[in-house]
Each structure stands twice: as structure tokens, then as C-alpha cells.
């Protein structure tokens, strides 16, 4: 099917990691990219190709793909990481897909 | 700097067409590949459709009899038609720009939204 699928939400203490999943048959041959969004702001991309940073995006963000999974990865969060991330990739007709989102708080 | 810029009307009545442009800054736009995505009040975002650097268009299939993309390059935008609008359709619209590694597609800029508002 042509869906992807999250969380609805996530937490993790202030340092910690955290892992942010997204599910889809199209992950088996197609890579996801992870979107953070602020409250009142656009989504900012932060891990794209599977696991690449654009610039400016800090090195605890990584992102990681099993199968039909795809992963993104906080390695010591911070205050600042808080914020909705959607997950995004592509089927087999070139339509683009967006996962439900993942509200992610930091304690 | 690549910059993406909204503009249109922010209430549009029932039935009636929805209009918006995106005018981009720092680049050519006929160099690139081009997206609607839009959100709905508190929900996620959802895909509407492209506009490739060769013209051609992809477009959500939930969507795709009630929309249009276009390119106008003398003016450095792209456009986004909706016909027959409902309630349903209130959301902030994004543009923004797509990227195409190989097979796989990413948005690298938006703009910074703009809510339409379907109301009589």
C-alpha cells in the first residue's frame, strides 16, 4: 500500500536518545526523508537519502533503513529538538508520501 | 539564498477555484523541480503535486481530477489551481522545492505557508 506509518508520539529525557520510526511497503525500494516542524513554522528538512544532513543540520540527527522501516535517530536530544517530524518518501507511480507525524517532547 | 514566496487569496467560498502562486528567488526556476504540499489545522501534511524542470506533472490521486500546477517562468513562479473547493480543502499551503536523487524525491525549501480558508 501507498501509506507510511508513525507514532503519533514520542518522548525522551533531555540528553538522551531517541529513535523515530516510520513504516511503508515503499521503503523497501525507495529512501525516506524526516522533516522536523516547529509550532506556527514550516517543516525544515533534516536527514534526507536515508541517512544524509543538509547543511546546518546538527550530527546527533541520523537516519537509518530495515526493510520496510525507516529510522531517525536523536543521539542526546535537546530542548531545542522538540517539534513534530514526518517521515517522506515516494511509491512506485512517483507519487510522494508523507507519514502522519510524530510529536516528539523532550522531558 | 533560495527563497519561496506564497501569495493569494486567504478565503476562498465553496465551490470556487482556489488560486495561489509561489514566486522563487536564488534560482532559475525552469532548473528545478517544483511542489504543493499543504496542512490542515492541526494535522498532518499531505502531498499535492509537482511540476517537473521538463514541464511534465505528478499529481496526488485524492486530487488529481480538482488540480492544477503550472510553471510561468518569465515571472520566476509556479501555481497552484483547486476547483471546486469545500471545507475539506482549509489547510496552510506550502510550496516548495524538490529535489530528485535517482529515483528518490526530497523538499530542500519551502515557504513559509499560507492558510486558506474555505468559507461562504
Known amino acids: 500500500s501507498s501509506e507510511l506509518t508513525q507514532d503519533p508520539a514520542v518522548s525522551v529525557a533531555l540528553g538522551q536518545t531517541v529513535r523515530i520510526t516510520c513504516q511503508g511497503d515503499s521503503l523497501r525500494n525507495y529512501y525516506a526523508n524526516w522533516y522536523q516542524q516547529k509550532p506556527g513554522q514550516a517543516p525544515v528538512l533534516v536527514i534526507y537519502?536515508?541517512?544524509a544532513r543538509p547543511s546546518g543540520i546538527p550530527d546527533r540527527f541520523s537516519g537509518s533503513n530495515s526493510v520496510n522501516t525507516a529510522s531517525l535517530t536523536i543521539t542526546g536530544a535537546q530542548a531545542e529538538d522538540e517539534g513534530d517530524y514526518y517521515c517522506?518518501?515516494?511509491?512506485?507511480?512517483?507519487?510522494?508520501?508523507f507519514g502522519g507525524g510524530t510529536k516528539l517532547t523532550v522531558l | 539564498q533560495v527563497q519561496l514566496q506564497e501569495s493569494g487569496p486567504g478565503l476562498v467560498k465553496p465551490s470556487e477555484t482556489l488560486s495561489l502562486s509561489c514566486t522563487v528567488s536564488?534560482?532559475?526556476?525552469?532548473?528545478?523541480?517544483w511542489s504543493w504540499i499543504r496542512q490542515p489545522p492541526g494535522k498532518g501534511l499531505e502531498y499535492i503535486g509537482n511540476?517537473?524542470?521538463?514541464?511534465?506533472?505528478n499529481y496526488s490521486p485524492s486530487l488529481k481530477s480538482r488540480v492544477t500546477i503550472s510553471v510561468d517562468t518569465s515571472k520566476n513562479q509556479f501555481s497552484l489551481r483547486l476547483s471546486s473547493v469545500t471545507a475539506a480543502d482549509t489547510a496552510v499551503y506550502y510550496c516548495a522545492r524538490v529535489i530528485l536523487t535517482g529515483y528518490n524525491r526530497h523538499f530542500d525549501y519551502w515557504g513559509q505557508g499560507t492558510l486558506v480558508t474555505v468559507s461562504s
Open positions: 537519502d536515508k541517512n
Open positions: 511540476i517537473f524542470y521538463s514541464g511534465s506533472t
Open positions: 517522506n518518501s515516494r511509491d512506485s507511480s512517483g507519487n510522494l508520501l
Open positions: 536564488g534560482v532559475p526556476i525552469s532548473s528545478y523541480s
